[in-house]
């Protein structure tokens, strides 16, 4: 299949966010290490990486949310660093979640981020 093919399969995708079902399992959420849920079929363990860790090994964190494919789970790992504010969580949370699941329904990383900005503001307004 040609470049041209794929992006217009690509377009032509409807994704299929729930967006109501994701706020339910947000809030659901225990904001401790390895709490384990689910969305719309993508299965997901948070993880908190605390501060101390962050000091100690400046360079090594990237981000203050990042997934990766879990070596543990069927599923996604997500990390957020405890020095995000709780109020700016769920926001984080709702946009990594949503991001690994539109990766599952078969979109390239750089569309689910587009799908899920869209989203994301929807719910939560502009960022500031």
């Known amino acids: 299949m040609?470049?041209?093919?794929?992006?217009?399969t690509e377009a032509g995708k409807?994704?299929?966010i729930k967006t109501e079902e994701l706020i339910l399992v947000i809030d659901s959420i225990k904001w401790e290490q390895h709490h384990r849920s689910s969305y719309n079929g993508t299965t997901f363990q948070l993880f908190i990486t605390e501060r101390e860790r962050l000091e100690e090994s400046p360079g090594i964190?990237?981000?203050p949310a990042e997934y990766f494919a879990s070596t543990e789970i069927n599923g996604w790992d997500i990390y957020l660093h405890d020095t995000i504010p709780l109020e700016d969580r769920k926001r984080i949370l709702f946009h990594e979640i949503l991001e690994v699941n539109l990766l599952?329904?078969?979109?390239?990383?750089?569309?689910?981020?587009k799908l899920t900005l869209v989203e994301e503001e929807k719910v939560f307004g502009k960022r500031k």
């Open 14 to 16: 409807q994704p299929e």
């Open 104 to 113: 599952e329904q078969g979109f390239d990383r750089n569309h689910a981020h």
């Open 2 to 8: 040609s470049d041209q093919s794929e992006a217009k």
């Open 61 to 63: 964190f990237g981000e």
